[in-house]
């Protein structure tokens, strides 16, 4: 994954969640479904839909804790001539390296496999059971480790996912 090319979703969809005035700081968001957003980027060409959690909680020793955190965001990455998206998350902080995040939505689980503050599912069919998962739910619980030993877990509603990831493939389908 480039986290590089997506700063400016990373800034659009903090203030997508929050403040409108930095949402409109972004030019390449071409769509808004509900709690999802869809960007695009040209060079090279590639589109995500991404999301901020409605829910995130902090713990350490099993109480909670206050932590600093940066931007946290669930992605589906398309790009052209790729049969499936990646399906990619940052935490905000630097995942434990010994560690992965799991992933719940209704009775599916699943494991992504960390590097710094990114992770992402292991494999193309690994996302594509992801994705069918996260267009089926209602919403995605994140639970991650972090390298200070802060568990977090992150909730995001999944819905809108279904129609900004059908707009992402489909921006990415030339």
Do not use: H
């Amino acid at each position: 994954m480039r986290s590089l090319g997506k700063i400016g979703a990373v800034l659009a969809v903090a203030g997508f969640a929050g403040s409108a005035a930095l949402a409109q700081e972004s030019t390449n968001r071409v769509a808004a479904d509900t709690d999802w957003s869809v960007f695009v980027e040209n060079e090279p060409k590639e589109c995500w839909a991404v999301s901020a959690p409605k829910e995130t909680v902090n713990t350490r020793g099993g109480q909670p804790v206050q932590v600093r955190r940066g931007d946290i965001l669930l992605f589906a990455t398309y790009r052209p001539g790729r049969s499936a998206p990646e399906i990619s998350f940052t935490g905000g902080y630097p995942f434990d390296p010994d560690s992965t995040v799991e992933v719940t939505i209704g009775s599916n689980e699943f494991q992504l496999f960390v590097d710094g503050q990114w992770a992402w599912a292991g494999s193309p069919e690994d996302d594509q059971r992801l994705l069918a998962a996260m267009r089926a739910g209602a919403e995605a619980v994140l639970t991650a480790r972090s390298t200070r030993g802060t568990n977090t877990r992150d909730t995001f509603s999944l819905f809108g996912f279904t129609a900004a990831s059908e707009e992402a493939e489909r921006q990415c389908a030339d």
